[in-house]
């Protein structure tokens, strides 16, 4: 896949096919890729727990809560749920302004790899981190900063032109889920001389 089309299909699915799973090996591999990422002074603050055991993913998901705009969806049934997930945590020492920037570009450089492997994910930021710091047991010199919930995509996820300046994601009758995006003109601003 070429970049344009791995960043087309990296969309945030929510709901995985829970028969499929993903191997310690490829979360390592999606893992290396945050190695050559760029970070903010070259700090490199972030740290990273994987899970792919169904017991520590079942812990891990109880802390998640999942698509703010979908009011009436408490997250993925338990057969929809992810198969692996990624804790992303800097380190408070390292940590600066900057490591939310250096979190962006790594989940950015974890998901396109994800794509590529021919899964998908989301990156959760409402997090419960006082009881998933207990789950797994983080020492004090650690911040939780996000969880990327990980798995074969069982959603079709369809990318439409944003109306009326409505950016909310929203879900149709049949499931399929729909995320308005802006056209290039209205991000775009053009020289003002």
């Known amino acids: 896949m070429n970049l344009q089309a ?19 090996q490829t979360l390592l591999e999606l893992i290396d890729l945050t190695r050559y990422t760029s970070s903010a002074r070259n700090a490199q603050p972030l740290r990273y ?19 703010g705009y ?3 969806w408490d997250g993925p049934e338990e057969l929809e749920r992810p198969a692996a997930y990624i804790i992303i945590l800097a380190e408070t020492e390292l940590k600066g302004s900057f490591t939310l920037f250096d979190a962006g570009l790594v989940t950015q450089s ?24 207990e789950i797994i047991n983080l020492e004090n010199t650690l911040e939780i900063v996000c969880v990327i919930a990980l798995g074969k995509p069982a959603e079709k ?15 149709d009758d049949k499931g399929v889920h ?10 775009l601003i053009r020289n003002r001389q």
């Not at 791995?6 to 310690?24: G, H, Q, V, W």
């Not at 727990?49 to 698509?67: G, H, Q, R, V």
């Open 6 to 24: 791995l960043i087309r299909n990296n969309r945030s699915y929510r709901r995985f096919d829970a028969n499929i799973s993903i191997s310690e």
């Open 178 to 187: 729909h995320v308005p995006k802006r056209r290039l003109n209205d991000i």
């Open 70 to 72: 979908l009011n009436d």
């Open 110 to 133: 974890i998901l396109l790899g994800v794509v590529e492997k021919g899964f998908g994910g989301c990156i959760i930021g409402a997090v419960n981190k006082e009881k998933l710091r």
């Open 49 to 67: 727990i994987i899970s792919n055991e169904k017991e520590k993913n079942d812990l891990i998901f109880s802390t998640l809560a999942w698509a």
């Open 157 to 171: 996820v369809v990318v439409e032109e944003m109306k009326n300046n409505d950016f909310k994601y929203w879900r």
